[in-house]
């Protein structure tokens, strides 16, 4: 017998607000008010699926934002699904985010917890889960033609 429980959207949203307690939130800026629109996209695994977004309000019609992402705050990193993130990369709205910040949504991974810090001048982001044992760092890489103790200035990696 399989046993199915559910939450009410209160008790959803008080969950997902005690998470977010534990985590400072990445935040993101406010994208140009010419993304005010809706655009419909196709489903990637089910093509009779399309979704509808927008990427100013950071709002989409899919399942998994509707029952979770909804309740991030509305400039927080949290808050995008993979509707958004590739629509995001594929209008160039991206470009109006810092480098360190495309990188995080370009790399398609999606921890719940983003820390931004910085360190001899250059920021880094942490990526990671409460209940895992493992971060991920998005720091720059070295180049040629860096010095060996300077600050890295190629590409987030």
Avoid: W
Wanted: net charge positive; glycine share 2%.
């Amino acid at each position: 017998m399989a046993v199915r429980f559910y939450f009410s959207p209160r008790k959803r949203a008080r969950r997902i607000h005690e998470e977010n307690a534990r985590c400072i939130p990445f935040t993101l800026p406010q994208i140009a008010e010419s993304f005010n629109q809706t655009i419909f996209i196709q489903s990637k695994i089910k093509s009779y699926r399309k979704y509808k977004i927008n990427l100013f309000k950071r709002t989409c019609t899919c399942r998994r934002f509707k029952r979770h992402r909804r309740y991030y705050p509305m400039n927080d990193i949290q808050r995008l699904c993979r509707h958004q993130r590739r629509e995001l990369i594929k209008s160039k709205a991206i470009s109006h985010f810092d480098e360190l910040t495309q990188a995080i949504i370009l790399f398609k991974i999606r921890d719940r917890c983003y820390t931004r810090l910085t360190i001899d001048g250059d920021d880094i982001a942490i990526g990671y889960h409460p209940k895992n044992d493992f971060v991920r760092i998005f720091t720059r890489r070295l180049t040629e033609d860096d010095p060996e103790e300077g600050p890295a200035t190629g590409a987030y990696d």
